[in-house]
């Protein structure tokens, strides 16, 4: 399948169908932040620097670079603010402007493959941008409305866009070098704008291969709760074939919407990345403890019966049977009827009777191994199958 390169000195992401969702930070934008305007103006770069910090620390693959100010050296001081940002961060950079030449001067100042920031299917803009894209061996935003504005229609949208992919090719750039933009309508004013985009975004992966980006915090625009809806938006999206955004990812909302898409995608390997983000840490010391759980071992090995929950495992799987989960989801307790959901089951272990439990290791050899008398298994219950709420 297709996929995207982008680079910063030091590091490179790759947006594609079967690779993690990429997030796109947008506070470094100026629009409706007059203190930022100002600032930016003024050559005091202190909140870029502290929103790029922040946003990279948050989740951020890339960052978008907008210096959009009113009467204002637009090109100078986007060139200032993305030396600065790659300075003091090592992700890759969307050069964010709706004039030429404060492109050419972000692109110049910029040191890696960026991503331009954007394209129309205006005929004036192709011919502006696409050979400034091709110069600079950069990749570029397709964003799909020509002269007529945007159309309500997804189908006239994805016309616009293949037109803008096959123009590019024209010019050399290769259809994985471009990002199309559905265009995100407010869902508040537009109802059916989530159908449209799932529309087009099945086309744009299915017929033209081509990767997508869109700014999502458009969709809740003028809603309460924005961040609610943005997360349910993206989720849907990125089931439909969206593979990056423009959007806050100081928002933890989005962020877990974003690693659960991964883990539903089969894009997170293990759900590595999701077990890293948000499973409790050991205390400072225990991190050799090989899963165990901190201080003394489990009171259950001093009860003449025990249980091992067995999270997600079915009944009669040989891993329930024979407690070959790994150490690090066994789960102790003294009865099987701790609701930790449907899927799971409780192996009962009869351990040897001990005196002391601050005495007592729990190798893996106690629990799995055979014995004269086996392990019983019992279906997990929960309270919806002992009638409880």
């Known amino acids: 399948m297709t996929e995207t390169v982008l680079s910063s000195e030091r590091r490179e992401v790759v947006i594609g169908f079967d690779r993690p969702f990429v997030v796109i930070g947008e506070r470094i934008n100026p629009t409706g932040r007059k203190v930022l305007a100002a600032e930016m103006a003024e050559g005091n770069y202190s909140r870029v620097e502290s929103d790029a910090i922040a946003q990279v620390e948050a989740g951020a693959h890339m960052l978008d670079v907008n210096a959009g100010i009113p009467l204002a050296d637009e090109p100078a001081i986007l060139a200032e603010a993305i030396t600065l940002v790659q300075r003091i961060t090592d992700v890759p950079l969307c050069i964010d402007s709706s004039i030429v030449a404060a492109l050419e001067a972000g692109l110049a100042a910029y040191k890696g493959k960026a991503l331009v920031n954007s394209v129309t299917g205006e005929e004036e803009r192709l011919e502006a941008v696409l050979p400034l894209v091709k110069k600079h061996g950069a990749a570029v935003v397709a964003i799909s409305n020509d002269e007529t504005g945007i159309s309500e229609d997804p189908d006239e949208r994805f016309a616009v866009a293949k037109k803008i992919v096959e123009r590019a090719e024209d010019h050399g750039i290769p259809r994985s070098d471009v990002l199309v933009d559905p265009l995100v309508m407010p869902v508040g004013a537009i109802n ?45 999206a990125i089931g439909a074939g969206l593979t990056s955004a423009i959007t806050n990812p100081l928002h933890q909302e989005v962020m877990q919407a974003v690693l659960g898409a991964n883990v539903v995608m089969g894009h997170d390997p293990d759900c590595r990345a999701w077990i890293k983000k948000y499973r409790t840490p050991l205390p400072e010391g225990m991190e050799g403890a090989r899963g165990r759980r901190p201080g003394p071992p489990p009171t259950c090995l001093t009860r003449p019966s025990s249980y091992l929950l067995l999270p997600g495992v079915a009944a009669d799987s040989p891993r329930a049977r024979h407690c070959s989960m790994p150490r690090a989801l066994w789960v102790w307790t003294s009865t099987p009827y701790a609701a930790v959901g449907r899927s799971a089951v409780a192996v009962r272990c009869n351990p040897p009777s001990v005196s002391s439990p601050s005495t007592v290791s729990h190798p893996e050899s106690r629990i799995c191994r055979r014995s004269a008398k086996p392990n019983s298994v019992t279906p997990m219950r929960t309270a919806s199958t002992r009638g409880g709420a």
């Open 192 to 236: 059916h704008a989530g159908r449209q985009i799932t529309h087009i975004l099945h086309r744009l992966r299915g017929e033209l291969k081509v990767n997508s980006t869109c700014g999502a915090s458009n969709f809740s625009f003028g809603l309460p709760n924005r961040n609610g809806i943005n997360s349910a938006f993206l989720n849907i």
